[in-house]
């Protein structure tokens, strides 16, 4: 499985973005899907995440500002992000955890994936 995300980029605050994260495999099933940041010094922390069902979960700091959306049919995950800050700023990864894939033993929980990142930089 890969993951490849693409969106990234420079703008200024207060602009928009939208990133994509499509995972390539043969999948049976991906539990959740989710984007995570790295600002330079600083831990890799959650943005966002969404369940197969539709359940969303958002870090306080983009809540209301940040939009997780999935499509199953295409194990694709998308970020729209509005309103950006310069804290906004850092790389951006895209997650899938609980996978089933072909080629590798079945295990209960899944595995999980992580995409190469994407670089967003908000200017003041």
């Known amino acids: 499985v890969q993951l490849q995300a693409s969106g990234g980029g420079l703008v200024e605050s207060g602009s928009s973005l939208r990133l994509s994260c499509a995972a390539s495999?043969?999948?049976?099933?991906?539990?959740?899907m989710g984007w995570y940041r790295q600002a330079p010094g600083k831990q890799r922390e959650l943005v966002a995440t969404i369940h197969s069902s539709g359940t969303t979960n958002y870090a306080d700091s983009v809540q209301g500002r940040f939009t997780i959306s999935r499509d199953n049919a295409k194990n694709t995950v998308y970020l729209q992000m509005d309103s950006l800050k310069p804290e906004d700023t850092a790389v951006y990864y895209c997650?899938?955890?609980?996978?089933?894939?072909?080629?590798?033993?079945?295990?209960?929980?899944?595995?999980?994936?992580w995409g190469q990142g994407t670089q967003v930089t908000v200017s003041s």
């Open positions: 495999g043969t999948i049976y099933r991906i539990r959740n």
């Open positions: 997650k899938a955890d609980g996978v089933i894939v072909a080629g590798r033993p079945y295990i209960a929980e899944g595995y999980t994936y």
